[in-house]
């Protein structure tokens, strides 16, 4: 049996302790042992079978997974994947980084400059912007910041519950603003915030439903509408749009952009950096130069300030322009007809397997019922579990007593790599020699 010390001193295994510690290494080292112990390898494979582990050992236990379910925002994956450019930009980020230093002079510098230049150039329509930790975060401190002790005004028909524990009402209510809900469910009119305004307005806020539809006999104040109501009363206006979208996107007609919010006459739109903008979890304000001011002065943004990752990352994602989550909402069905169909050749099925229609879907970030068209490949219901525990891990939608995968969201490059995760779900009794 080869000694641990001498295991622990081959080239590789000191490389990889590196990059996951001496002692996850050494249980790495014993675990082979004990394989030897057992008879399922030969004393002289061991070295091979530790080699072969440390390649496969992550340094998180997060499991990177191919998301084959449709859903373009998937929240329980971590939402939006990163671009090639924002992986690239985490990295660069992950050492000392002047983040808060001008190198030209050598002093402190506004922290996240580059960011906000990003932001503003992909926003023109904003005089300024502070990037916060998320969403949620960026509500809070608008709304701290603009109301605390006094009323937020809002709409009862967008009074939302987004999933993961933000319920709009409680979130306003723990920042120590009044909730001042007017109007009705279905229908909520000007006139209906003219009757709540009075002294103790904080603000006004409009709320974009994200998540959900309401059908039928339905009427609600426009931005514009409501800015007329502002200006009255000398009250700043926050539209919370969610998405993150910063210009129209025709294939989602009624999902609201921050530029034209801010058109209507927002003086502060709130958003997401993971949803529709395709980067990392991080919240915009962006808006009235002055509003940004006092937001970014109040001691509540010390709590919520983005980190140099996240920084890093969102400046990528908007130089870079095009990101994974625009290609997958946009993805031609055709092309995803094609891919299946392939897919469904080399996967080796017989009857088991299907080509079938499939709508995707937008997910956490928006659009509703917005149907996406493509294609996805019909397997038995059991290849499911199979497949989400295999490695690499690939996440399918089970749906009416079947297990589809829609290729929508899975890189065009990882195909193979999912037919043979498919092959593997299909035909487990076969040895890993006989998958090609
Ligand atoms: C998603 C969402 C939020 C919260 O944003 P997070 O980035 O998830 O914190 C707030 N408001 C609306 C309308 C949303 O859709």
């Not at 930009?89 to 230093?101: K, M, N, P, R, T």
């Not at 983005?306 to 990528?316: C, F, G, S, V």
């Not at 493509?374 to 007593?401: I, T």
Request: one cysteine or more; glycine letters at 8%; aromatic letters at 2%.
């Amino acid at each position: 049996m080869p000694r641990t010390d001498h295991l622990l001193a081959l080239p590789e295994v000191t490389a990889a302790a590196q990059r996951l510690s001496a002692p996850t290494v050494r249980d790495l080292a014993r675990a082979a042992q004990d394989r030897a112990r057992r008879g399922e390898i030969l004393p002289e494979e061991v070295p091979a079978a530790l080699r072969e582990a440390l390649t496969h050992r992550r340094a998180t236990a997060l499991t990177p997974v191919l998301n084959a379910t449709g859903v373009v925002v998937h929240t329980n994956l971590g939402r939006a994947p990163l671009s090639a450019a924002a992986t690239e930009a985490l990295i660069a980020a992950a050492g000392y980084v002047d983040v808060e230093l001008d190198l030209d002079t050598g002093v402190r510098s506004r922290r996240g400059r580059a960011t906000r230049a990003a932001v503003l150039a992909a926003c023109p329509a904003a005089e300024d912007a502070l990037v916060v930790n998320n969403g949620a975060a960026a509500l809070v401190l608008a709304t701290t910041a603009l109301a605390a002790g006094r009323e937020v005004v809002v709409s009862r028909g967008e009074l939302i519950e987004i999933g993961a524990g933000f319920r709009l009402p409680d979130l306003i209510a723990s920042t120590g603003a009044r909730l001042r809900e007017v109007g009705t469910t279905n229908r909520t009119h000007l006139t209906d915030y003219t009757c709540a305004v009075g002294p103790e307005t904080g603000c006004l806020l409009k709320v974009h439903p994200s998540n959900f539809r309401v059908h039928g006999f339905t009427a609600e104040a426009t931005l514009a509408e409501l800015r007329t109501l502002a200006d009255e009363h000398r009250l700043p206006l926050v539209a919370d749009l969610g998405s993150g979208l910063l210009a129209p996107d025709p294939a989602l007609p009624d999902e609201p952009d921050a530029a034209s919010a801010l058109a209507a006459g927002a003086d502060l739109v709130v958003a997401s950096g993971d949803k529709l903008l395709g980067g990392p979890q991080a919240g915009l304000l962006l808006g009235r130069a002055e509003v940004i001011e006092h937001l970014a002065r109040h001691p509540l943004a010390r709590a919520v300030r983005a980190d140099k990752l996240a920084l890093a990352a969102l400046e990528a994602t908007l130089v870079a322009g095009r990101v994974p989550v625009v290609e997958f909402l946009h993805a031609d069905p055709e092309v995803l007809r094609s891919r299946v169909e392939r897919l469904a050749a080399a996967v080796d099925g017989g009857a088991q397997v299907a080509v079938v229609p499939h709508q995707g879907r937008v997910g956490g970030g928006g659009g509703p019922g917005v149907p996406l068209p493509g294609w996805a490949l019909r397997l038995p219901e059991c290849a499911a579990r199979a497949l989400r525990l295999g490695d690499p891990a690939v996440l399918a939608r089970v749906h009416d007593g079947a297990c589809l995968l829609d290729l929508r969201c899975v890189p065009e490059t990882e195909d193979e790599q999912v037919a043979a995760a498919v092959r593997r779900a299909l035909h487990p009794a076969l040895s890993p020699l006989e998958h090609p």
